[in-house]
């Protein structure tokens, strides 16, 4: 597989230094990216860059993670106005592993290979480096010209913040340069990969690299990737899409991606699956000719959450999601975890009763006609309930005098109440 030639037609490149392409194609070559380990789990901003290393490890090259231990530290003039936190050697050593066994489903950290992958921290090349040697066996080599002229360092200088840019952040693009210089001393690296806001950061790693080394080393960055309504890809309402399910539910990741517009999804799913182009074609073909079947999104879901969370989280999430639309059954609901029932039903009107309110049992009608109030009375609530409009956790109640008793509770503590189609409350018994 040629890399260049893969990540072109996925969109996947903005900018690439002179020879990259032929570096590649003339022998395996090492490649890194970093990563800033300032959570113990990866979002998906992270994943364009991860899926990078994915395609360089299947195009028969060596990926490197970088985890930025002592760059997560002090802070990057890309774009970002404040500095990060420091964090202490046993919170840093945790978040690293955690994001090995994250990075460990998209890459080959076992393999017996030359290009198995590897994770590498440089706060343990960093940590006993003093100012003083560093400034006198790095800083010496870069200007304070060639850095000011960085555009991710003259946009902190003109905006309008007060702070101005410090001389922690300033001297950033020195530190992860002397990071290149020393994979490509130890570690052979040839190129550093990133996002686009990365430029100016890499390409000081390779002109340092030829200062002091004397050897030729590359850069390569990909878009920084955007929704087609201009909005900020990865963010929703409670803020990061996050790889951890403690911390994004695999519902929840499952539905941002199904939930992603036909634009966005023809972009996505050449950016974060392994299809093939005329995979990619097909889907795309079925697309245009059926926009309301969604082939994109589907198999964009499937894919990426597979990728991430497995076959089983998958199915769950499949499962979560026919319940909104009917499809789904009592079985379905009392194997799903509280988690994802919450996540489902974010934002129905809830209801609260007590387990003695319960007692050995209570009629439907009283429960929902008096005690919760789910309906204006108990005669409104016979109606429906002859009707065949109300269902308890998917079960419709045949008649006003059908018992229940706390074996119905969803997780020990829910009753899901169905009032139509699409009417749908929750009562939590405490």
């Not at 960085?150 to 410090?166: N, W």
Request: glycine share 8%; charged share 25%; net charge negative.
């Amino acid at each position: 597989m040629n890399f260049v030639e893969e990540l072109t037609w996925r969109g996947m490149i903005h900018d690439m230094m002179p020879a990259t392409e032929e570096q590649l194609n003339k022998e395996m070559t090492a490649a890194y990216v970093g990563i800033d380990p300032t959570a113990d789990s990866l979002h998906i901003g992270h994943l364009v860059s991860v899926m990078m290393l994915k395609h360089f490890q299947a195009a028969g090259h060596k990926p490197i993670v970088l985890v930025g231990g002592a760059t997560g530290m002090i802070g990057d003039p890309s774009g970002k106005s404040l500095e990060r936190n420091l964090l202490d050697e046993t919170a840093l050593r945790h978040n690293q592993e955690c994001l090995k066994n994250q990075l460990s489903r998209f890459l080959d950290f076992n393999t017996s290979a030359a290009n198995c992958a590897e994770m590498v921290n440089n706060y343990d090349w960093m940590k006993e480096f003093s100012f003083l040697d560093f400034i006198r066996d790095v800083g010496k080599h870069i200007t304070v010209n060639y850095m000011m002229a960085k555009d991710s360092v003259k946009k902190r200088l003109s905006g309008d913040t007060r702070d101005g840019l410090s001389f922690t952040e300033f001297t950033y693009q020195l530190v992860q340069g002397y990071d290149f210089l020393h994979l490509y001393r130890e570690k052979n690296c040839r190129l550093q990969m990133g996002g686009s806001d990365q430029w100016g950061n890499i390409t000081t790693g390779t002109e340092l690299i030829r200062r002091v080394a004397g050897g030729e080393a590359y850069a390569l960055t990909c878009p920084l990737i955007t929704k087609a309504d201009g909005g900020k890809f990865g963010k929703t309402e409670s803020g990061n899409v996050w790889l951890d399910a403690e911390k994004t539910s695999p519902y929840q990741f499952f539905q941002f991606w199904l939930n992603t517009s036909d634009a966005d999804a023809e972009k996505y799913i050449k950016i974060f699956t392994m299809l093939t182009r005329d995979e990619v074609e097909v889907l795309v073909a079925e697309q245009t000719a059926a926009p309301h079947l969604r082939p994109l999104q589907k198999k964009l879901a499937e894919l990426v959450t597979i990728m991430v969370h497995g076959e089983e989280a998958y199915q769950n999430a499949v499962e979560a999601s026919e319940i909104l639309f009917g499809k789904g059954t009592t079985d379905t609901l009392r194997k799903m975890d509280e988690a994802t029932l919450l996540d489902i039903f974010d934002g129905v009107p809830t209801f609260e009763t007590t387990r003695a309110e319960i007692g050995e049992g209570i009629k439907a009608v009283d429960l929902l006609g008096e005690k919760v109030a789910v309906f204006p009375s108990k005669g409104e609530c016979r109606k429906t309930i002859q009707a065949g409009g109300l269902s308890i956790n998917k079960n419709k109640v045949a008649t006003p005098d059908e018992m229940v008793t706390l074996t119905d509770l969803l997780n020990d503590k829910y009753l899901l109440i169905q009032k139509g189609k699409k009417n749908y409350y929750l009562v939590i018994v405490i």
